[in-house]
Each structure stands twice: as C-alpha cells, then as structure tokens.
C-alpha cells in the first residue's frame, strides 16, 4: 500500500507494531492504548514515535505527550465516520500539533481532498487510489469557501 | 438577489466536473453503490422507489424568472414535464436518467444554480423565512445570512461527514414563517437592548421518530461572529453526535440527552477557543457585500388603496395577499395546491408562464416556501387584478393559502422509498371533502400536515392537524395527530389513537373539523381551541360509530 506523504510517494520508515508484538528496532507507530501501558519506556526509545487514534478517540486525550510524538495516525473504521476531519482540525488549529497526520484505513478519493485541507499531510492509500487518481483528488476544486487548517486563502479573502 | 462572481461560477462549474467523474466512476463499477451513495446523496441524488430522483438547491427560497426557465426546460428536456417543491423550499424532478444528471448539473450551473448539499450527511441548503425582504414585521432581510453560511458550508472540509443531516434556518421576523424551532439549528436576527442587531441561536429541534422543539443555545451572538459559534456547535455535533443507530444520530438527540446547561456550556468552550484562534470572523465589509446582493428593488412611490374584495378576485386577495412593508405593495401566495392535485407540483408550461408573468410585471424574484407554495414578494397592489387574471388562466390562482386546503405533504409510497404509506392520495380526497370555500373560509386557518413514513418530510408532527401513514402487516393506516405547530408558538402535535383506515381518515378529519365549529370561541383558531379543550372532546368524535368496534 503505498504512501503519500507531503503529495509524493515516500518511503514509510514506520513499523505498526500490534499490541502484543515486540518492538522491532527504529520508528514504531503503536496503539493509544499500548502507548498509555508503555508510555515511559516508549518515550525513552531514541526513536521516532507515532500513535494510532481511532475514530472515538480525540486527541485532547493525549495531552503534552503529543509534542514528544512524530506521527499521529486517524484510523477510518469507515469513511462515513467523519470524526476524524475534526481530530485533525483539532491537532493542528487548537493543540498546534506540527508533526506528520497520517489517514489510514477506509476513507475515499473523494475524502482526500478534505482531509488535506483539515490538516492531513500523509496517506496510507486504499488499494483503489494509485498516486495518479490521488494527485487528480487535489485538483478538483481551485477554491475553498471557509477556512481550515491548510491556511489556503479563502474565496472571501480573494475577493479582496 | 445574489449573483455569482467568478469565484461562484467557477466553484460550481467544478463541482459539477467532480460529479461527472463520480457518476463516470459509478457507471464503471469502480465505486460500489454503497462508496457512491453518499457522495451522490451530496449532489442531491437519490435512489427512489421507481428511478432517480434529483433534488436541486434553491438557497433561503429564492428563484429568478431566468431560472424558472432553466427548470421548465430540464423539466421538458430530462423529467416528465413538471417538478415538485418540497418542504425545504427546494426543487425536485423524479425521473432524471443517472447518465443524465451531469448534463442537468451543467444546465443549472448556467443560471447559478446547482444541487449541492440538497441531502447527504452534511449541512443541508440553507433555508428562510420566504417573506424575506417583504415582511411588514422583519428586522433586517435575513437572507445575507443564509448566503453568508451557504457559501461557509459548501463542500465543508470537517462537516462533510456528520453523523447525521444538518438543517438550518434563518429567520429575521417576529412571526415565524421558516420552522425555527424545528430544525438542527437556526438563526433568529433579533435587535438586543441597546439596539444591536445580532443573532439568537437555536439548536436541537427536529421531526423524525423523535420530534423535539429546539433551545437556545447562544442568546446573542455578535454579526462577525456567526460563523465561528455555528462551527463550534458543528464540531461539537461531531465529535459527539451518535453513530451507532441511524435513528438517534441527529443533533436534536445529542442536545436533548446532554440537556441545555452541558449544551451551552460546551459549545461556549469551543466558540471560545474557536474566537481566541480569530479565523472565522466575517469582517463587515463581506457582509455588506452579500448583503448589496439582496438590496430590496427600486420602489415606486405609491400609497396602499383599497383593494379589491369582490368576486374572485377579492377571495383571492382576501386569503392569498400579505401586506407588504412598502405602500402601495403586496405579497402574493401562488397556492400549489389545487383542490384534487399534488402538493407543490407544477408543470413546465406553468413555470415558463409565471416567468413571462414577472418579466411583464417588473418582478426580479420568486419565492418557494416551506409550505410548498411560490410566493411573489412585490407585486403592485394596481397589478394584483392582472396577476390573478395571468394566474387563473396558467391553472395557479387557487386561493387556499393557509387554509384547510393548502396541504403539506410528502411524496409518499407513490414516489418514495422510505414510505410506509401513500400519502398524495389522501391530501387529495381532503382536498376534496374540503373544497367548498365558503366552508374552508370559515374554518380559517388550520393547516394540514401529512406525512406517508415516521420520517415525518410532510411535518406531521407541526400541523394543526397531523396525519402520520403507517403500515400494518402491509395495510395502510392513517394515525391522527392534533395541536402541532411550526410557527412562532410552536408545539409537537399529540397522537389521538390507534390510526384510521384509508376510507375512514377522511372522516374523521371531517368530524374534528366539525367539532372545532361548534366549540369554538370568537376569533379562536383550530390551534387555539385544541389548545384550550385538550384531545378529548376531539377524540370523542373523531373515530363515529368506529369508537364501538374493534379499536
């Protein structure tokens, strides 16, 4: 499954590590819940660390520890759960979160775009998007009516 | 009214090409009709019992004479010859051909219009009082403010994915036209102490299986600051709005179970944070560029004469002419209900003709209300003989508005595929019953209200009389509901009973209606003498010699 991070392919130097998995060495990306079990021991790896937040999970929860994370993961249970947008929105507005966000699981072509625009810098793609289709995604539409954490200019700005 | 700058058009034109690779997509195979669906359902697409059917967005009601047009031809051109007005004040065709429905985009984009966000999990067209910018009672013309969160809510990157649908209403009037308190939220334009106009907010009211009036969630809430307080309930709707049951998903549930202190309380933390991070301020001068949009037409100096009250004429002006806030002007209903027809339709020759009829009256816009029917906002009180005339014979001046005959009502089990009964049939034969006018003058104000499924798009549960389709063991049964209202003193209408049969309904309408004669007070309203007497001297009536068999 390719990854898209900054809107080219790139390599994932992430290993997901399951929950009952030993760590392998380098950047893990780990459950919330294995990063609350294991949280000392985890920060302490002279590693690159990232955490998986499920729909139901906000990233509120995670507190000053998002500044010692690289990546956070929003997993799609299903593209019609929308809670995710706003998680993103919240990482990089409100909780001013600068590392990578990264959209896995069942989300859609037509998603990607506003997941761009809510703040997602990376994407594990689904197998029906290659690269083409998900540069194609971004290119749809020129304009954005409202604000959101991309900081594009809105069509009320460029009224001037 | 609004006129789309380069940035409009271009947002639509695109939408447009983004659907065409959707339905390119969908036609491919490459997306299952369950990835399409909401991506559809976005464009106002749905999937109906017999075909299609398109639902295209007429923001806060507003048409011009060019766009009735435009809809007469795609009515000719890709549906059956006619369209429906549905209760939100939008447009509906019910056999658009899937591979069709991007050519059809395309033809709307070239009036400005479009079908974005008329359904789908997201925030739905933008709807207002459709007396807007006319009204003798109105602050301010509330439809800036329709414009301004239509175009925030359009393709909106967060709320694209709510648990549910989002409506939203805006009204600037001490009478309520719009439904106010039915809807996930709305916006009452209000003037507080020191004179400030700002903005009351509502949220979590709805119909559905669970009826709810909504609350006040912001009392005043400053003009640049609408934007940011609507995102902060959006987000906490979000978040925390439920998605494990289809049928507890709309706000109206989250509101209610969390009650109105923890309502307000997090939705102030989240407009704060939202205020403090000072990105959604909408400065004055994009209002007042909107709001330049909308800039009532240039009056004559007239003064208000006696108008007629003889003959036709005079009924028609008598029930279906408002006053107007400008002298010498008027507000006239076009009732879409004709006795025996189908609420809110019209047929192609019907709108290509009230377009000539405001070309040759000098009359830029048009109105879809909530109620199904077309309002022309400002008539010359001198024209109104004329205008009934080109009315009459076009087949569209029935003069019922709100009376018993002038019906909401959903398309039911002939159209739809939620229904669990056929709903037109029996507005139909009320019609009938009722359609002596002496008789429905009489009776006064009483609205119907009528529903085929528990989903309630005919707002049974607001009507004077609500009438509920259910199906038992595939029979079609008609449940009684009295005392609703959608307006400003609005009220869930009450269950009578167990429901009437297909032939009985229409009787036991009758005999309520009958009650309310003879027990009525001077000046009192159905509403009002429901509201004094209860359910009981009604219901004693209402199910006739029924009341001694088996029910």
């Known amino acids: 499954m390719p990854l898209i991070r900054n809107g080219a392919v790139a390599e994932d130097t992430y290993v997901t590590v399951a929950d009952d998995a030993a760590l392998p060495d380098g950047a893990v990306i780990v459950s919330l819940k294995r990063f609350r079990a294991e949280r000392s021991d985890l920060l302490a790896r002279n590693h690159a660390l990232g955490v998986v937040l499920t729909s139901d999970q906000s990233p509120e929860t995670l507190g000053p520890d998002l500044d010692r994370l690289s990546v956070v993961v929003l997993e799609f249970p299903k593209f019609r759960d929308g809670r995710p947008f706003s998680w993103a929105r919240l990482l990089r507005t409100r909780l001013k979160f600068t590392g990578e966000i990264r959209a896995r699981g069942d989300f859609l072509y037509d998603q990607i775009a506003y997941l761009k625009r809510v703040g997602v810098d990376a994407f594990e793609l689904p197998p029906a998007i290659t690269p083409e289709l998900f540069a194609r995604a971004l290119s749809e539409m020129t304009n954005v009516y409202q604000p959101s954490a991309d900081g594009r200019e809105t069509i009320s700005a460029l009224r001037g | ?551």
Not at chain 2, 111 to 136: K, L
Not at chain 2, 262 to 288: D, H, N, S, T, W
Request: charged content about 25%; proline content about 5%.
């Open chain 2, 1 to 551: 009214m609004y006129r789309y700058d380069e940035f409009d058009a271009r947002f639509v034109r695109e939408r447009t090409e983004q659907f065409r690779f959707q339905v390119e997509r969908r036609l491919k195979g490459e997306l299952t009709e369950d990835q399409f669906k909401p991506l559809r359902l976005m464009n106002g697409l749905y999937l109906q019992l017999h075909a299609y059917m398109l639902r295209i967005a007429v923001p806060y009601g507003t048409l011009s004479a060019r766009q009735f047009r435009k809809l007469a031809e795609i009515a000719r051109k890709y549906d059956k010859g006619y369209g429906h007005f549905t209760t939100r004040q939008n447009m509906q065709f019910n056999w658009p051909a899937l591979k069709d429905v991007p050519d059809i985009l395309g033809e709307l984009a070239t009036v400005e219009m479009h079908c974005i966000q008329t359904s789908g999990n997201c925030i739905r067209n933008v709807t207002a009082d459709h007396f807007a910018g006319a009204a003798a009672d109105e602050i301010e013309d509330p439809r800036p403010v329709a414009e301004l969160i239509r175009q925030w809510s359009s393709l909106h990157p967060e709320f694209s994915f709510l648990p549910r649908k989002f409506k939203i209403a805006v009204i600037a009037a001490r009478e309520d036209r719009a439904a106010l308190r039915y809807h996930d939220a709305a916006v009452e334009i209000v003037k507080n102490a020191e004179g400030r106009t700002g903005y009351r907010v509502w949220v979590g009211g709805g119909m559905g299986r669970t009826p709810y009036l909504g609350y006040v969630v912001g009392d005043f809430v400053e003009k640049p600051d609408l934007l940011g307080f609507l995102e902060a309930i959006m987000r906490v709707y979000n978040e925390n709005g439920r998605r494990d049951n289809l049928f507890k998903a709309r706000i109206k549930i989250l509101a209610h179970s969390l009650g109105e202190t923890e309502m307000r309380e997090r939705v102030l933390r989240e407009f704060k944070e939202i205020k403090a991070a000072g990105y959604l301020q909408v400065p004055e001068a994009e209002r007042a560029r909107i709001a330049a949009y909308f800039a009532p037409p240039e009056f004559e100096t007239l003064t208000d004469e006696p108008l007629p009250t003889d003959g036709d004429l005079g009924r028609w002006i008598a029930n279906n002419v408002a006053p107007h806030k400008q002298p010498g002007y008027a507000i006239a209903t076009i009732s879409l209900k004709p006795i025996g027809g189908v609420p809110g339709d019209i047929n192609a020759d019907q709108l290509d003709g009230v377009a000539q009829l405001m070309d040759d009256f000098g009359l830029t816009e048009i109105r879809a209300s909530h109620e199904q029917n077309l309002v022309l906002p400002h008539v010359r009180q001198k024209d109104l003989p004329a205008v009934f005339a080109r009315l009459t014979a076009l087949g569209l001046a029935t003069p019922n508005a709100g009376l018993i005959t002038d019906i909401i009502c959903c398309p039911g089990l002939d159209y739809c595929d939620l229904a669990n009964a056929r709903s037109i049939p029996i507005a139909q034969e009320i019609a009938k019953r009722f359609a002596d006018l002496e008789r429905q003058e009489d009776i006064g104000e009483l609205k119907i209200k009528m529903s085929g499924c528990i989903n309630a798009c005919g707002h049974h549960h607001a009507g004077h009389i609500g009438i509920l389709g259910v199906d038992k063991k595939g029979v079609e049964y008609y449940q009684l509901l009295l005392g609703g209202s959608a307006a400003e003193d609005a009220s869930i209408g009450e269950i009578m009973g167990p429901g009437f049969g297909e032939h009985e309904i229409v009787d036991a309408v009758d005999r309520v209606v009958e009650a309310y004669r003879k027990l009525r007070q001077p000046g009192e309203r159905f509403l009002d003498t429901y509201r004094r007497l209860g359910m009981e001297p009604f219901k004693n009536v209402a199910y006739g010699e029924q009341l001694h068999a088996a029910h």
